[in-house]
């Protein structure tokens, strides 16, 4: 009896091997994650991507121009940088173009681990934003992460022929979806707000609460290093205010403190969730605790310039809407007062208006102008540009 030979199509597909595919499965996740997280809010990637050009135009003047003139374009690019790690994510969990896939992704992580590790040796961003302002890393955190991505991504670089296996046929379909509903997402997040208000001014938190810190939070921990010299033999140590006191030397009077160092920090504390917010009256007079006492309209506006017509029209009448009404309208600004004024009398700005610093501003609502209506100091709603509400609409609250 003849036999026939198996046709040669039916090989069974290449194994990922022993981890393979947890770590494949792990690494997509995170970029994925990682993306969305900032996608939620790209003008807050944004800001970050404009200190990053701030600091290497200040570190490599030679390229200062260079870093400059990619400030303008910090908003698109962070939009463009959020959905690649997402189509990038989507893409290798469902093993689509898998080789081409893992090659971008380490260029990504490459670029990605010199950023954090010049953060984190030259201490000149604090805060990466690798995960927006859902979790906060230490600069070495963030370095530590991108080398342990790094090492499985190289991992499974070195398994791809193992990795070849046949993505779905519908997996570029859903690559490409992936791709258009992060752009529609990031563009919503940028003239609605961020559907997920990961700040401490969202609804519901209490503004004045959050500058307070917990209750038994730890505070910041110091080191003074003191310089001993020994008055009889002249020999000369080193060591902290804690050994000085430990090894009890201070009882040996022949031992003297001939230096002492400035405190440093060894041990970060807790910090309050919200440090900075102060506002002043244009003669200086700080009027912040005012804020917290009953309904408060805040009209935000960093730069005054930045508003339209009919976004400056559609605040005055909403101004104009709310007299007579239990609720206090304050205009905070970081303009030139000279400036605001002008703008304040054309549109017939008529609330007082007061200043606060352009970072608060920027973190109080992400749109330039807002609208936040405070009671006691709790958010209890938000408006950007986009919709300025009516005074019937602040009524309703």
Same mark, same amino acid.
């Not at 030259?122 to 805060?127: K, L």
């Not at 791809?160 to 779905?168: D, P, Q």
């Not at 979806?177 to 919503?188: E, M, P």
């Given at each position: 009896?003849?036999?026939?030979?198996?046709?040669?199509?039916?090989?069974?597909?290449?194994?990922?091997?022993?981890?393979?595919?947890?770590?494949?499965?792990?690494?997509?996740?995170?970029?994925?994650?990682?993306?969305?997280?900032?996608?939620?809010?790209?003008?807050?990637?944004?800001?970050?991507?404009?200190?990053?050009?701030?600091?290497?135009?200040?570190?490599?003047?030679?390229?200062?121009?260079?870093?400059?003139?990619?400030?303008?374009?910090?908003?698109?690019?962070?939009?463009?940088?959020?959905?690649?790690?997402?189509?990038?994510? %989507?893409?290798?969990?469902? &093993?689509? !173009? *898998?080789?081409? $896939?893992?090659?971008?992704?380490? @260029? +990504?992580? =490459?670029?990605?681990?010199?950023?954090?590790?010049?953060?984190?040796w030259?201490?000149?961003?604090?805060?990466c934003?690798?995960?927006?302002?859902?979790?906060?890393?230490?600069?070495?955190?963030?370095?530590?992460?991108?080398?342990?991505?790094?090492?499985l991504?190289? %991992?499974?670089?070195?398994? &791809?022929? !193992? *990795?070849?296996? $046949?993505?779905?046929?519908?997996? @570029? +379909?859903? =690559?490409g979806?992936?791709?258009?509903?992060?752009?529609?997402?990031?563009?919503?997040a940028?003239?609605?707000?961020?559907?997920?208000?990961?700040?401490?001014?969202?609804?519901g938190?209490?503004?004045?609460?959050?500058?307070?810190?917990?209750?038994?939070?730890?505070?910041?921990?110091?080191e003074?290093?003191?310089? *001993?010299?020994?008055a009889?033999?002249?020999?000369?140590?080193?060591?902290?205010?804690?050994q000085?006191?430990?090894?009890?030397?201070?009882?040996?009077?022949?031992?003297?403190?001939?230096?002492?160092?400035?405190?440093?920090?060894?041990?970060?504390?807790?910090?309050?969730?919200?440090?900075?917010?102060?506002?002043?009256?244009?003669k200086?007079?700080?009027?912040?605790?005012?804020?917290?006492?009953?309904?408060?309209?805040?009209?935000?506006?960093?730069?005054?310039?930045?508003?339209?017509?009919?976004?400056?029209?559609?605040?005055?009448?909403?101004?104009?809407?709310?007299?007579?009404?239990?609720?206090?309208?304050?205009?905070?600004?970081?303009?030139?007062?000279?400036?605001?004024?002008?703008?304040?009398?054309?549109?017939?700005?008529?609330?007082?208006?007061?200043?606060?610093?352009?970072?608060?501003?920027?973190?109080?609502?992400?749109?330039?102008?807002?609208?936040?209506?405070?009671?006691?100091?709790?958010?209890?709603?938000k408006?950007p540009?986009?919709?300025?509400?009516?005074a019937?609409?602040?009524?309703?609250?």
């Open positions: 009896m003849k036999t026939q030979n198996p046709p040669a199509n039916t090989a069974p597909p290449p194994s990922e091997g022993l981890g393979g595919r947890p770590i494949r499965l792990f690494v997509g996740v995170l970029f994925i994650f990682s993306g969305l997280i900032k996608l939620n809010d790209p003008v807050g990637t944004k800001i970050k991507l404009e200190e990053y050009f701030e600091v290497f135009a200040a570190d490599l003047p030679w390229a200062a121009g260079l870093f400059h003139a990619l400030v303008p374009t910090a908003l698109v690019l962070a939009v463009v940088l959020c959905a690649a790690e997402v189509v990038l994510g %989507v893409a290798l969990l469902l &093993r689509y !173009r *898998l080789k081409t $896939t893992l090659w971008i992704l380490l @260029g +990504l992580i =490459v670029f990605f681990t010199i950023l954090t590790f010049y953060s984190a030259f201490n000149r961003v604090t805060d934003g690798c995960f927006g302002d859902a979790i906060k890393l230490t600069p070495w955190q963030s370095f530590g992460k991108d080398v342990l991505l790094l090492t991504i190289l %991992v499974l670089i070195s398994r &791809r022929n !193992r *990795l070849s296996s $046949t993505a779905s046929p519908r997996a @570029g +379909l859903a =690559v979806v992936s791709a258009v509903a992060c752009v529609l997402v990031g563009i919503y940028i003239v609605f707000l961020p559907p997920f208000d990961l700040l401490p001014y969202k609804k938190d209490n503004i004045a609460e959050n500058m307070k810190l917990p209750p038994n939070a730890p505070t910041d921990e110091f003074i290093t003191y310089t *001993l010299k020994n009889a033999s002249g020999e000369a140590r080193q060591m902290t205010d804690k000085y006191i430990a090894t009890e030397i201070w009882k040996d009077t022949t031992w003297q403190i001939a230096e002492t160092s400035e405190p440093k920090l060894v041990r970060r504390g807790v910090r309050p969730k919200i440090t900075d917010f102060s506002v002043t009256t244009p200086g007079e700080d009027v912040t605790q005012q804020v917290f006492a009953g309904r408060k309209l805040l009209v935000v506006m960093r730069d005054v310039r930045h508003a339209t017509e009919n976004e400056l029209r559609a605040i005055g009448e909403l101004i104009r809407g709310l007299q007579g009404k239990p609720v206090e309208v304050m205009l905070l600004t970081a303009s030139d007062g000279n400036l605001f004024e002008e703008y304040r009398q054309e549109y017939q700005l008529t609330a007082p208006y007061y200043f606060t610093d352009n970072t608060v501003l920027k973190t109080m609502i992400r749109t330039d102008p807002g609208v936040l209506l405070l009671q006691n100091g709790t958010v209890v709603d408006w540009a986009a919709s300025i509400p009516s019937e609409a602040v009524g309703e609250k």
